[in-house]
């Protein structure tokens, strides 16, 4: 058994965690943080990518709005590399109430959300493709965000600041001692080895987990309500901003384009559990008409990968619990010594990716109040490493590199213009990274093919990088082809299903890939 | 002159123009895009796995089941079909249809397949060979480490072993030039001097009694540079397939290509037909997406060769509605429910099953067997009731359902 003794122990390596691993760390505590699985590989992984302006909350949560509002702001100025200042629309489409946009506006005013009416004929000339039935649009600052980046930035700021980062490290227990948190036990995934982490302190930030977390330190149960929701895909950015129709929120009202993507979401279901969210054929269905009204012909684009993320949201008895959409987004810090007399522990839930690092804030205020000291928070005033420039991601910056590496760098994966040199750095960095671990970071395989073409010449290259073995090489190609399959099977149709049918004919057809030596066992992570 | 319309250029419409052409029929070949060949590995499978893998393929085609396109083919034209390939492209096309070739594939699995190229035979596997696998740093879709360390840790298909090693050299196709596609290198080992600068750059390296594997891009247009290659190293060389762009499956789309121009064929490329017309039991012209309103062809018997899923020849809607796109013919396969699955490693979707019932005539039928028009044939992927690619199966498929189609054709039009 390994032995670390810290401060402030924080669970969960999404955006929460590693907003609070960082605003800890900034604080001057000494801290690690601890997560089962990749960073970003919960649910902020499986989001919808959009930078809230806010313009969503006006009318139906104006807290939430201004929080936005206001994170938007500094979040594009401390992670400007991981957001893209898309801008965004709201439209008003056939069918739908036109007076909304009144009260929009108005809600908008009221939150300090910038937000203007522009003409349909301007909108429709910046956004062609946009159904040309809309009868009002309402200009925003939305913005994209890639939440992988947003975590790694924040986690390499933690680090910077001294935290630890534990990945593929899993708690399996709080232990407590009269009433009070004294270590936190975790295993590691990968080796097996057990690692007991002595603290004063732990931070409960394990999303839809978070009720499993609090459970292990035998706390009364949080009642975490995870609200399923999916999301689609789509080839090619059908537009460059955001769109959101112009009602009340609902299912699938919203168009993100994100990287070289349009992801249209998303829905919301009451599950019982975030470990398994399936994707059902009649909301894909749902998800295809409603991206037929924002862009007529939607169905005729090529659906590319499918997936579902579950919101963590807190039971509030103020909703019916089957209502998920309608609770507060609005984050809640549960107070365990006031709640169950235990201390040292809190837990967050809630909240969105756009306030990640306000409620890293609030939760760390928390903290130091029972702690009985002030530390001031200043997560806002600092860049996080590689967003020192200010600079705001663009979809073009990739070519842009490689327009200026082209002569000394492969490109491994055409699709999303990934380099050989992009792809050896992070498995220098990762080495004992699957390929989705790359993935996140890098986009690998996310593109048209789906790996078609890419997988095999990372699985080589990673061999020659003197990682691995071919054994464990052969074993991340197989999980890897099989992970992808995950996302493609729900939305497999029309072009996709041709793109499927050529990588079949390589995998198995030129390559005969299921014919490799069998692994002994399956890899899994 | 009776005249017919083959749509499509894959291995299936190029096998049946030729041997349609060769009787004296007028063929005019549609085709919207060179098909699956020109990207395949380049060698003619027949049965590879049956699920367990073959050795004698022309004996798994004769114990299929009923619903596989072979029952309908049938094993002898398909030793036609090998027969006729062989004669009629020596230079690239050995084997014996009563035994499997056990080829290394580009990620080191050994593949069975029953014609292949002659600059591949090397490779076939046996107990105590030795390998060197030999890597280009300009060419990314050929990693040499894990072919040699799959090879090497592989058991053999009849029990032995072989060993592998790998090596690097770093000749670049083209000056300056660090990610070249295998056509890009296919050209340059067109070029004495290249094959003489590559062999340079190798031939110090090799051991004694090593057998040596490349990518398959030794030369496109000149068919000796592998063995001019082979002699200037001093060793036996082979080629490994690799991921399209695929060199040995362009030279013998290329080849194919010519013998049917040579017989007469009039070959319109790059259109799309979209649309036919019929009058009764047949069909009388199909009309190609060009210039306003389309261009008609009419002829008196008509060959859908338009392959599968990967060709468009078939889809899957937004709606999950399956239809073969050009005569919207009734499918075969539909009741095997659900079509797609999640499982990726698990057992074949049923959807790349579905596909046009034929008899054994290849006249495309309905589910009761009667022909949907008397002069509509059908030919390759376009079948239903096989997993080409699981089974390696697709080019015996098209090669053999095209002999048959052929014959039916010429038959019912004499
Ligand atoms: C469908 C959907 C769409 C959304 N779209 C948007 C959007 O467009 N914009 C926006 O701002 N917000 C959006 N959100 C909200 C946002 O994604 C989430 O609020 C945010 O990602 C939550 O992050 P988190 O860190 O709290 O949770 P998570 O990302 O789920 O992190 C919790 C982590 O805890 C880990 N964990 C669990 N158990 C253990 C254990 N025993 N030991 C160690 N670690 C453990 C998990 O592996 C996980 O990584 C969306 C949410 C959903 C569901
Ligand atoms: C990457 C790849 C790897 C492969 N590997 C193997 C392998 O390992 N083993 C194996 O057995 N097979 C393999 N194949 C498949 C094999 O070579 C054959 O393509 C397949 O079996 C079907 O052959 P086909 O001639 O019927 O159709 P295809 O080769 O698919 O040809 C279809 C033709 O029809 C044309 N067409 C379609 N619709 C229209 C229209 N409306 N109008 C005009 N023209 C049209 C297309 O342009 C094309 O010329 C592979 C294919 C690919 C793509």
Request: charged share 20%.
């Amino acid at each position: 058994m390994r032995k670390l003794a810290v401060d402030v122990v924080v669970i969960g390596g999404g955006s929460t965690g590693a907003g609070v691993v960082r605003d800890v760390a900034m604080r001057g505590f000494s801290t690690v943080l601890v997560e089962r699985a990749d960073l970003g590989q919960g649910t902020t992984g499986r989001f919808h990518g959009l930078l809230h302006s806010g313009g969503r909350y006006v009318v139906s949560d104006p807290e939430s709005a201004r929080e936005c509002a206001s994170e938007n702001e500094i979040l594009t100025r401390i992670q400007a590399g991981a957001i893209e200042s898309t801008g965004g629309y709201f439209v008003t489409c056939p069918g739908d109430d036109p007076t909304f946009a009144d009260k929009f506006l108005a809600g908008a005013a009221n939150t300090g959300v910038w937000a203007r009416e522009v003409s349909v004929a301007e909108a429709l000339r910046n956004e062609p493709r946009l159904n040309p039935g809309i009868s009002r649009a309402i200009e925003v600052r939305d913005g994209t965000v890639d939440g992988w980046k947003l975590v790694w930035g924040a986690a390499n700021s933690a680090r910077h600041y001294g935290a630890q980062i534990l990945t593929y490290h899993r708690v399996t227990k709080i232990e407590t001692e009269a009433g009070r948190v004294t270590a936190v036990r975790c295993t590691s995934l990968r080796s097996g080895e057990e690692v007991l982490i002595e603290c004063d302190f732990v931070l409960n930030c394990a999303g839809p987990w978070a009720g499993q977390i609090a459970a292990m330190a035998g706390a009364h149960p949080v009642e975490v309500v995870p609200g399923r929701g999916i999301m689609i895909a789509m080839n090619h950015r059908l537009v460059n901003r955001v769109v959101n129709r112009c009602i009340y929120p609902a299912d699938g009202d919203i168009l993100v384009p994100a990287h070289t993507v349009s992801i249209i979401g998303t829905t919301d279901v009451k599950v019982d559990d975030p470990d398994n969210l399936a994707i059902e054929a009649h909301e894909v269905q749902q998800m295809l008409d409603a991206g037929e009204v924002l862009i007529p012909g939607f169905r005729n684009s090529r659906a590319l990968h499918a997936w579902a993320g579950a919101r963590p949201l807190i039971k509030d008895d103020r909703v019916a619990v089957s209502d998920t959409r309608h609770m507060s987004r609005g984050m809640a810090v549960i107070d365990h010594t006031t709640r169950d007399g235990l201390d040292g522990m809190l837990t967050i839930g809630g909240g969105k990716l756009t306030t990640y690092r306000l409620m890293a804030e609030h939760i760390v205020d928390a903290m130091c109040d029972k702690r009985g000291e002030h530390r001031d928070c200043r997560t806002d005033a600092e860049p996080v490493p590689g967003s020192e420039s200010g600079r705001t991601h663009l979809v073009s910056d990739r070519l842009h590199d490689r327009e200026h590496d082209r002569f000394d760098e492969q490109i491994i994966c055409e699709c999303e213009l990934m380099s050989r040199k992009m792809f050896t750095d992070a498995l220098a960095s990762q080495p004992a990274g699957s390929f989705d671990d790359l993935r996140r970071q890098l986009r690998l395989g996310m593109g048209p093919c789906q790996g078609g073409f890419c997988s095999v010449r990372a699985t080589g290259i990673a061999l020659d990088a003197g990682h691995l073995d071919s054994e464990r090489a052969n074993g991340l190609l197989r999980l890897f082809l099989k992970n992808r399959w995950i996302g493609l099977w729900p939305i497999l149709y029309g072009d996709q299903v041709r793109q499927t049918a050529l990588d079949n004919w390589i995998f198995q057809g030129t390559l005969d890939v299921e014919h490799l030596p069998q692994p002994t066992s399956e890899v899994v992570l | 002159m009776s005249r017919v319309v083959v749509i499509g250029a894959g291995l299936a419409g190029l096998v049946a123009a030729n041997r349609l052409a060769e009787v004296g029929v007028q063929v005019v070949l549609l085709h919207k895009g060179l098909g699956g060949l020109q990207l395949g590995q380049g060698t003619i499978d027949v049965f590879g796995y049956a699920p367990e893998r073959v050795f004698n393929p022309i004996k798994a085609v004769g114990s299929v089941a009923t619903t596989h396109p072979y029952t309908a083919i049938g094993g002898k034209a398909v030793l036609t079909g090998l027969d006729y390939l062989k004669k009629l492209l020596p230079e690239l096309l050995l084997g014996d249809p009563e035994s499997n070739y056990q080829l290394p594939t580009a990620v080191g699995a050994i593949r069975p397949t029953c014609l292949a190229q002659p600059s591949m035979i090397a490779g076939h596997v046996t107990d105590g060979a030795k390998l060197v696998i030999v890597g280009i740093r300009g060419l990314k879709d050929f990693q040499p480490q894990l072919i040699a360390e799959n090879l090497a840790r592989t058991p053999l298909p009849d029990g032995g072993r072989l060993r592998a090693r790998h090596l690097w050299v770093d000749v670049p196709a083209r000056d300056g030039e660090i990610d070249s596609s295998g056509l890009t290198y296919a050209r340059a080992f067109d070029d004495e001097d290249f094959r003489v600068r590559f062999a340079k750059a190798v031939v110090d390296q090799l051991r004694e009694d090593e057998i040596v594997g490349l990518p398959a891009v030794l030369g496109l247009k000149d068919l000796h540079a592998w063995r001019d290659l082979a002699g200037k190293l001093a060793h036996r060389v082979f080629e490994i397939p690799l991921p399209p762009p695929s060199v040995p499956g362009l030279r013998l789309t290329e080849a194919l290509t010519a013998r049917a121009l040579a017989a007469g064929v009039r070959i319109v490329p790059g259109v799309r037909t979209v649309r036919y017309a019929s009058s009764g039991d047949r069909v009388t012209s199909v009309t190609t997406a060009a210039g306003l309103g389309g261009r008609g062809y009419a002829a008196d018997a008509f060959l859908l060769a338009t392959g599968g899923f990967e060709s468009g020849a078939l889809n899957l809607d937004s709606h999950q509605v399956v239809r073969e796109t050009l005569f919207d013919l009734p499918l075969a396969g539909l009741d095997q429910t659900p079509l797609i699955h999640g499982e990726y490693w698990g057992p074949e979707q049923p959807l790349f099953k579905v596909g046009v019932a034929v008899n054994p005539k290849m006249q495309a039928v309905d589910a009761a067997g009667i022909p949907v028009f008397a002069n509509l044939y059908a030919a390759g992927g376009i079948i239903a009731g096989a997993s080409g690619w699981t089974e390696k199966s697709g080019d015996g498929i098209a090669l053999a359902s095209a002999i048959v189609a052929a014959a039916a054709i010429s038959k019912e039009l004499a």
